[in-house]
Nanobody
Framework: LRLVESGGGLVQAGASLRLSCAAS????????MGWSRQPPGKEREFVAA????????YYAPSMKGRFTISRDFAKNTVHLQMNTLKPNDTAIYYC??????????????WGQGTPVTVSG
């Protein structure tokens, strides 16, 4: 399974970004697909995920409200819409896929990451 992220970049505080993660290489049904991030000098943290088969979503409490995860079933792609970005959202954002609840540990598969930098 290959995961390719896109959509990161440099933005000013208050802006929005939409990250995408395209999966290829194998099919999967009852998997969880989502995002984690690692701020500079800090531990990795869970952001959000979607249960592929049902579309049910879940978020880290601090991410809910400004971030929205969605899936494009036909394209095997997950999106992360990030609004009202803050400087402490600066991080490398990683896409991850696994067979169960993702959480901090993430899944079995990881993308290469896409950097997001929010200037204040």
């Amino acid at each position: 399974l290959r995961l390719v992220e896109s959509g990161g970049g440099l933005v000013q505080a208050g802006a929005s970004l939409r990250l995408s993660c395209a999966a290829s290489g194998r099919t999967f049904s009852n998997y969880h697909m989502g995002w984690s991030r690692q701020p500079p000098g800090k531990e990795r943290e869970f952001v959000a995920a979607v249960v592929w088969s049902t579309g049910a979503t879940y978020y880290a409490p601090s991410m809910k409200g400004r971030f929205t995860i969605s899936r494009d079933f036909a394209k095997n792609t997950v999106h992360l819409q990030m609004n009202t970005l803050k400087p402490n959202d600066t991080a490398i954002y990683y896409c991850t896929v696994g067979p169960k609840y993702l959480g901090v540990s993430g899944g079995n598969y990881w993308g290469q990451g896409t950097p997001v930098t929010v200037s204040g």
